[in-house]
């Protein structure tokens, strides 16, 4: 779905799990399917109609199925703003707000947020840019913050600010920031949002005269028939209907016309073909390898270089000569090091000064004809542009022709200049995708953990509807053995059911457990002194520790502040990590715990330690996982930890382990204070 790849097999995984789910009774599962079907399939296929949701939407309310509710208008919400209906969009999108809670998918939360700041972009009503940046200001932050953890929302964060160019008709910087969208969203095969973005691409270049509008048309159609967005495709035919180039006056022939008053023999065929091949081109190496040779065929050069710049030094990232073969590099040399074939002073004058410089005999004219290095070198025709992506300079283009004079015509050089400004905007492309792809290698060194963090993703949606369905039946067991247990007079009877009470009360908490960790975070409510709550749950303990024979040492003040968080959730912090410290201490010979108050700036730091065995280094980063626990079956659920963290999240702190295995374990927490 995010990838936005085929609609049909989409389609075709949506109607297998929805066969299965009612085949065994999955309603929360059937739920889902329901909403991907309704909410984003049908509104993408020809002659959609709206689906009438009235019943379904009011059995998803009369079971609880808030994540079904919340999916089907967050994804309806989508499909309307890529299909330009901004106004049923806003609907849609802010109706997710009243399912939000139950929204356990965090990728359609966090695309949520991209699709109110675009709809609201597309459909300012009036407000001006001041306004409307206000509104967007904190989402989009908290966008990029998610965006540094993974390249998963990068696509759709260049999308959010090509947009926003747009939306500020800055078209020139929204027409680069949209090529600088495309390609990233291409490098991760988002085949729908690149379809979008080369339509909203050709209209920024028809409605600014930027460019030929037509061809980034026909790019956008032909993403929608790969993606199968069958009703894009329509709409896109009648806004703006196929014009066959063999038959009819194409975009460019009239830009042609209009700029020939200042730019007369300009081969624009041959312009646009060039821009469009730097920047279709994502690789580093084969980009710099494409500009020299359509910068050296276009201004007639004898030699060219590219030099990049990194932090303040220039490095020679690419050469070619005419007859020779291309030269690239990985490892870029400076210019320092590099044999003498280039003029220094040139190239220091227009880093310098941002300024071409093109000499049409430089032994004979110019400032720079009485230049040893100019004399040396023989130099005839001569032209260096710098190489500038918005405001800053990324590198230089040095060109030069040693046989002739005169070489770098009026035409040829500004030729020259508007690839060059091409391909700077396809050197940051590929310098963000070369990110992107060290990024993704980093990403699958990790491999395991994040499809760890899929899957308990995934976990989690089935976990809160799991929850929800066995609640019901488990208090009427209870109800009933507890009916049984109070009336019975056969002792042995008596017996097996209290026990079954406690079975049964062991699977009420964990569902309690189970609960308490799906549900959205809350903010927490009262506060407690650290040092009372300690008392009393070392009291509550007390019989537990004594029957082990583990020494408890407390060291807390009497004179700190009171603490933002409960006193229940904060006991139930305490009573976990207690029993965990017990747990681990059960073959120690001298066992103890130690808990330790500390005040810590504007917090309160507490420790609670044991002399155990320690926690090993290879599963430290796993202890607060759900579900995992190194307790043999039947001694733990491995939500405790879990919970715990929850907990201390939610009263604004936070929680670390610090262990080293046969050493004993430290569990670290820092709460605010009033």
């Given amino acids: ?97 009243r399912h939000l809670h139950g929204l356990t998918d965090n990728v359609l939360k966090r695309l949520w947020y991209v699709f109110r700041i675009v709809n609201r972009l597309r459909r300012p009503e009036g407000a001006d840019w001041p306004t409307l940046e206000a509104e967007i200001a904190p989402l989009l932050a908290e966008l990029e913050t998610w965006a540094r953890l993974g390249p998963l929302l990068k696509p759709f964060l260049a999308f959010i600010h090509a947009e926003i160019a747009r939306a500020r008709n800055q078209l020139r910087d929204a027409r680069n920031l949209y090529l600088d969208a495309i390609a990233i969203a291409q490098a991760q095969h988002y085949d729908l949002l690149t379809g979008h973005l080369y339509e909203a691409l050709a209209e920024v270049l028809a409605a600014g005269n930027l460019g030929d509008a037509e061809l980034y048309y026909g790019a956008a159609r032909h993403m929608y028939r790969v993606c199968r967005a069958d009703r894009k495709s329509e709409l896109l035919q009648q806004r703006h209907p196929y014009t066959d180039p063999d038959n009819a006056v194409r975009t460019e022939k009239t830009v042609a016309l209009d700029a020939s008053a200042t730019l007369p023999n300009l081969d624009f065929n041959y312009l646009i073909k060039s821009a469009l091949a730097l920047s279709a081109e994502v690789d580093l190496n084969r980009l710099m390898q494409k500009i020299m040779s359509v910068v050296l065929e276009s201004s007639g050069a004898q030699h060219g270089y590219l030099l990049i710049k990194e932090a303040d030094e220039l490095l020679v990232a690419a050469e070619n000569h005419v007859g020779k073969k291309h030269i690239t590099s990985r490892r870029h040399l400076s210019l320092n090091q590099t044999p003498s074939n280039i003029c220094h002073a040139i190239v220091n004058y227009v880093l310098r000064t941002r300024k071409k410089v093109l000499l049409h005999d430089a032994m004979a004219e110019g400032e720079f004809q009485d230049s040893p290095e100019v004399q040396t070198l023989r130099l005839r025709s001569v032209l260096c542009l710098p190489i500038i992506k918005q405001t800053e300079l990324i590198g230089l283009l040095y060109l030069e022709n040693r046989l002739s004079t005169g070489v770098f015509t009026a035409e040829k050089t500004d030729m020259t200049e508007l690839l060059t400004a091409q391909a700077a905007i396809s050197l940051e492309n590929a310098r963000l995708l070369e990110q992107t792809r060290l990024a993704y290698t980093k990403l699958q060194e990790n491999q395991e953990h994040m499809l760890q963090m899929e899957k308990l993703s995934a976990l989690g949606t089935l976990v809160g509807g799991v929850a929800h369905e066995i609640n019901n039946p488990l208090m009427g067991i ?32 964990i569902v309690s457990n189970m609960l308490l960790f799906v549900h959205n975070r809350s903010v927490p409510s009262g506060n407690c002194l650290i040092g009372e709550v300690i008392r009393q749950s070392l009291l509550l303990l007390e019989g537990e520790l004594s029957k082990t024979g583990i020494k408890v040492d407390v060291d807390v003040a009497d004179d700190l502040p009171a603490i933002r968080c409960s006193a229940d959730s904060l006991q139930q912090i305490l009573v976990n990590l207690i029993i965990n410290a017990r747990d681990a201490l059960a073959d120690s010979r ?36 759900p579900f995992f626990t190194t307790k043999p079956p039947g001694k733990g659920t491995g939500l405790g930890l879990s919970v715990i963290r929850r907990l201390v999240h939610d009263a604004g702190g936070n929680i670390h382990v610090e262990s080293t295995y046969g050493h004993g374990c430290c569990m670290r927490l820092r709460l605010p204070h009033v």
């Fill in 478 to 509: 209870m109800n009933f053995v507890e009916f049984a247990a109070d009336r019975s007079t056969d002792a042995k009877s008596k017996e097996i059911l209290d026990q079954a009470l406690q079975q049964i009360h062991r699977i009420k908490k």
């Fill in 590 to 625: 001298q066992p103890q715990i130690k808990i330790i108050v500390r005040p810590m700036e504007e917090m309160l730091e507490l420790s609670v330690t044991d002399n155990g065995p320690g926690i090993p280094q290879d599963i430290q980063s796993k202890i607060f996982d």
């Fill in 1 to 97: 779905l995010v990838q936005g790849n085929n609609l049909r097999l989409v389609e075709e995984a949506a109607e297998e799990c929805l066969h299965f789910s009612r085949k065994n009774q999955l309603s929360f599962s059937v739920g889902l399917a329901e909403a991907v079907l309704a909410g984003w399939v049908a509104p993408m296929k020809p002659d959609y109609q709206p689906v009438d949701m009235t019943e379904t939407l009011a059995r998803w309310e009369a079971d609880n199925y808030v994540s079904a509710s919340g999916s089907y208008f967050a994804l309806l919400g989508f499909a309307q703003h890529y299909l330009g209906d901004y106004a049923a969009a806003a609907a849609s999108l802010q109706t997710v707000e």
